[in-house]
């Protein structure tokens, strides 16, 4: 009998303990596997340009945002003038990574809603995405010059996030 009651009360407590130890917790943030170690090793095609190959060596010394966006991607317009404002204004070299799209879809997206990416990686397949642990779209990493991934956002980025978690960030790994 006391067995029976008692049981009950034990999962209520276990789901209470478990719920509570979430209050608090940012849910942008997920941890990654690959914070603090390189870039993985790639070569990929550029978006704008076919048949033109891009790879993780070329995308060293300088700190870079690296950008994962796509076409199809709702949240990636709302992001997309943030990154534009701030690129723009020469405070960032951002670097896209379109995520399983289609090229055409990709570039229409970009005429139509600005492109302010130094470099675009197409990841048609999402092989590259993979790679980089991406979950879904729009993701950034913060890259420093010598191609260690120092922040993961996964979010859409806000100009308080790239102020306070980018910016800051992008200047401690430029060397």
């Not at 950034?140 to 308080?160: E, M, N, Q, T, W």
Request: with cysteine; net charge negative.
């Amino acid at each position: 009998m006391i067995a029976r009651l008692f049981f009950p009360l034990a999962l209520f407590v276990g789901l209470a303990v478990l719920l509570w130890s979430g209050l608090g917790k940012d849910p942008t943030i997920l941890p990654s596997a690959l914070l603090d170690k390189p870039v993985p090793e790639f070569v990929t095609t550029k978006l704008r340009e076919p048949g033109v190959d891009i790879g993780s060596a070329d995308l060293l010394g300088e700190p870079y945002l690296l950008n994962v966006f796509a076409s199809w991607c709702a949240s990636c317009r709302i992001e997309h003038p943030v990154l534009d404002a701030y690129a723009s204004r020469g405070e960032l070299k951002l670097i896209g990574l379109n995520y399983r799209d289609q090229r055409a879809d990709a570039l229409a997206w970009l005429d139509r809603f600005g492109d302010p990416y130094a470099e675009i990686l197409w990841d048609p397949d999402g092989r590259l995405g993979i790679d980089f642990g991406v979950t879904g779209t729009p993701e950034s990493f913060v890259v420093d010059a010598l191609g260690i991934i120092r922040y993961k956002h996964v979010v859409p980025l806000s100009p308080d996030d790239m102020e306070n978690e980018v910016l800051p960030r992008l200047k401690q790994g430029a060397f």
